[in-house]
């Protein structure tokens, strides 16, 4: 009998850790679910995500942050529009750039909450030659000429920190901006400088001509 409970407790402790519950913010399904997050995380199951064709494991802690804004679909300010604007964004990189799933490992709406895009363990499509190296976070809107609201940024700093806390940002890790490693004008020149105040911002590279300077190996940036 004993050993029969063991097993069971076993089994229970087997089944958290590779459903990665303890990692998951209360679901509509679920409202029992411990989160890890101080701040709105909003799963995959909670936006109504397809899932993906197929996915490559990314090696963790990774080096470097990425960050973008959408540009389009614009900013989203309730938990309804936002997830609407994540399922928006996973059909146009699905359906007509023809990748496996939503480009960016996370996305963070002006509502103030997180949504999970490919997670932190699943490799990206969002930074060219740079998706090995890094987690990609979208702050959904257009951020050319304004700056997020604080909420927006707030969450999307916490959420950085939860990722150096959980190891899958190293703790010394670059921050910088999608047009520090393409041709882009992402992540929109307010966004860009308000982040270049962020704690861990990196001015190197400060573009795609430094690419070259910066060991990328092992790098499957496809899809
Ligand atoms: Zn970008």
Redesign the pocket.
Same mark, same amino acid.
């Given at each position: 009998m004993a050993i029969y409970i063991e097993l069971l407790v076993f089994a229970y402790i087997v089944d958290i850790a590779s459903s990665g519950t303890i990692f998951r913010a209360q679901d509509a399904d679920d409202d029992n679910e411990v989160s890890s997050y101080d701040f709105p995380f909003v799963t995959r199951s909670m936006w109504h995500a397809r899932p993906p064709k197929e996915k490559n494991p990314l090696q963790t802690p990774v080096p470097y942050v990425?960050i !973008? !804004?959408s540009y389009s679909p614009p900013a989203c300010y309730d938990a309804v529009t936002c997830r609407q604007a994540m399922r928006s964004m996973q059909n146009f990189h699905m359906d007509s750039r023809g990748w496996w799933d939503i480009g960016y490992n996370f996305a963070v709406g002006s509502d103030g909450a997180a949504y999970e895009g490919r997670g932190w363990t699943v490799l990206g499509a !969002?930074?060219l030659h740079f998706n090995n190296v890094s987690i990609?976070i $979208?702050l959904i809107g257009d951020w050319s000429y304004l700056v997020p609201p604080s909420n927006q940024l707030k969450s999307a700093k916490a959420l950085i920190n939860v990722g150096v806390e959980l190891g899958f940002i190293k703790s010394d890790y670059k921050l910088i901006g !999608? #047009?520090q490693v #393409?041709e882009?004008e $992402?992540?929109g020149d307010a966004l860009f400088n308000e982040i270049q105040t962020w704690d861990h911002w990196s001015s190197f590279p400060a573009s795609y001509k430094d690419l070259d300077k910066i060991d990328l190996t092992g790098s499957q940036n496809k899809s």
């Open positions: 990425v !973008h !804004h !969002h930074a990609g $979208c !999608h #047009r #393409r882009t $992402c992540p």
